[in-house]
């Protein structure tokens, strides 16, 4: 699966969006782009997925380059209960490697 | 919202001794993965399960593991003889479909003493 680059860490004020930015500049054209978010102590929570095309759900928006070398999830109106790691993941959708891998995140603290 | 249930949330063992970690998936879901996590560090992946087989293991995976769905519904991971280095968050993900997203519990908080 592609390397992501994720910044460590983002601030956010509520009400405002949040948008969260990932480098995948070595990805294939067979792999997904998933983004996931673990709240303290809980576990990881699935909120969008998307191969090229903008993708939107009742959690965020994901917006994918045109190139694909790059995405960005948007919160599009950030709560406190939005305070978590986002993790930007790429996989491929087919063969046998199902697995997903995790990197450090983005820790997103929303300010009131 | 379905959820994927996992039991203990928190277990205290010896070293030494032999732990069961308990996860009930959700109820159309076949494909099942543990993952676990050291405090401060990333989520690992640990393995994969389908069809009573394991599909995929890690390094962290080795002979002190074991995985098993023993009743058709709980999916269990077993650690034979723990370690102080197995205190961790273990995570049970399942999915409908390999492609499809998948979905974690709460985790159990293992502590090994």
């Known amino acids: 699966d592609a390397k992501t680059t994720q910044p460590p860490s983002m601030d956010c004020a509520e009400g405002r969006a949040a948008n969260l930015p990932c480098n995948h500049s070595t990805i294939s054209g067979n792999e997904y782009v998933y983004w996931y978010r673990q709240i303290h102590s809980q576990g990881p929570q699935y909120i969008i997925h998307?191969?090229?095309n903008n993708e939107t759900n009742e959690m965020a928006s994901l917006i994918i380059t045109e190139d694909r070398k790059s995405s960005t999830l948007i919160l599009p109106h950030a709560t406190l209960r939005d305070t978590a790691v986002y993790y930007c993941?790429?996989?491929?959708?087919?063969?046998?490697?199902?697995?997903?891998?995790f990197g450090k995140g983005t820790l997103l603290t929303v300010n009131p | 919202e379905p959820e994927v249930t996992q039991t203990p949330s928190h277990q205290v063992t010896q070293m030494g001794q032999e732990v069961i970690l308990r996860c009930v998936p959700i109820s159309n879901h076949l494909y099942f993965y543990w993952y676990r996590q050291i405090l401060g560090q990333k989520v690992e992946f640990l393995v994969s399960f389908y069809n009573n087989e394991i599909s995929e293991k890690s390094e962290i995976f080795d002979d002190q593991f074991s995985v098993e769905r023993p009743d058709g519904s709980n999916f269990t991971l077993k650690i034979r003889s723990t370690k102080l280095e197995d205190s961790a968050m273990y995570f049970c993900a399942t999915t409908s479909q390999p492609h499809q997203p998948q979905h974690f519990g709460d985790g159990t908080r293992l502590s090994i003493l």
């Open positions: 993941i790429v996989r491929a959708r087919g063969g046998s490697n199902y697995k997903l891998t």
């Open positions: 998307g191969l090229k």
